[in-house]
């Protein structure tokens, strides 16, 4: 079994109207079966509605199943007994940053979390130094979070989740609120985390360039997993996602136009380099290294 499992998992709650009555009943998440191995970065897609953030939110237990199992490192997210190894396990990350940090100075709130689970002051403080340089944040230590950029509060909030040593970090479109900018900072960060340190990710996100690097990709639509591959295998079928109202990188829709008109070119191109390469395009006609 993988870090996290899930197995015709299905998530169901109750419309009611603005006198409280009740209207209906919606699947946000219907039979899904989900499985994480140790170290992986999986990624999750889908449009607003799509039953992606619901996912998310049963993988540490912050909702539970209406039908099947979900399990976190082997523990059904059910039992009671477990609800706190599995919080540690699986630690979240949320949206909007300024809902997780707490402190008043940067390394006050990261170490907040090592400091409710009782591990010793010593050991605290090398555990807010190692998750800040994860993060490239340990330069703003002593800063107040408040005058950080979005991005920069954003790293604050995963170092946060480091510091508790999770085997897992389940991140909620964490870059939803940010610029571009304050994107490339996160995704970076969660990159790193998971290359140097074997943290395993699962990526919530609506943005499409932020999955080429992840080792699998489930795209969610109305409360099913649509489809699911690596990045090169889901966006080879640029219809396909343009059908479930989703984006693509821009270099990939222009590669898919290409190979509409004519030119060979392989399915799923991923990055600028690669179209160039595939164009057959070297220093010579570029004038430059590309």
Known sequence: ??????????????????????????????????DVKQGDFVAVLGHNGSGKSTLAKHLNAILYPTEGTVWVDGKDTTEEEYLWEIRQNAG???????????????????????????????????????SLKAVGMYKYRKHSPNKLSGGQKQRVSIAGVIAMHPKCIILDEPTAMLDPNGRKEVIRAVRALNH????????????MEEIIHADKVFVMDRGHIAMQGTPREIFSEVEKLKELRLDVPQVTLLAHELKKSGVM??????????LVTALGYGTDRLGGTV
């Open 1 to 34: 079994m993988g870090i996290i499992k899930a197995e015709k998992l299905v998530f169901e709650y109750i419309r009611r109207d603005e006198e409280g009555n009740v209207e209906g009943i919606t699947r946000a998440v219907d039979g899904v079966d989900f």
């Open 92 to 130: 979240m990350v949320f949206q909007n940053p300024d809902n997780q940090i707490i402190g008043q100075v940067v390394e006050e709130d990261v170490g907040f979390g090592p400091e409710n689970m009782g591990v010793p002051t010593k050991e605290i403080w090398e555990r807010v130094e190692e």
């Open 196 to 207: 140097a340190e074997g943290i395993t990710v699962v990526l919530i996100t609506h943005y």
């Open 265 to 274: 070119l392989p399915d799923g191109i991923l990055t600028c380099g690669e």
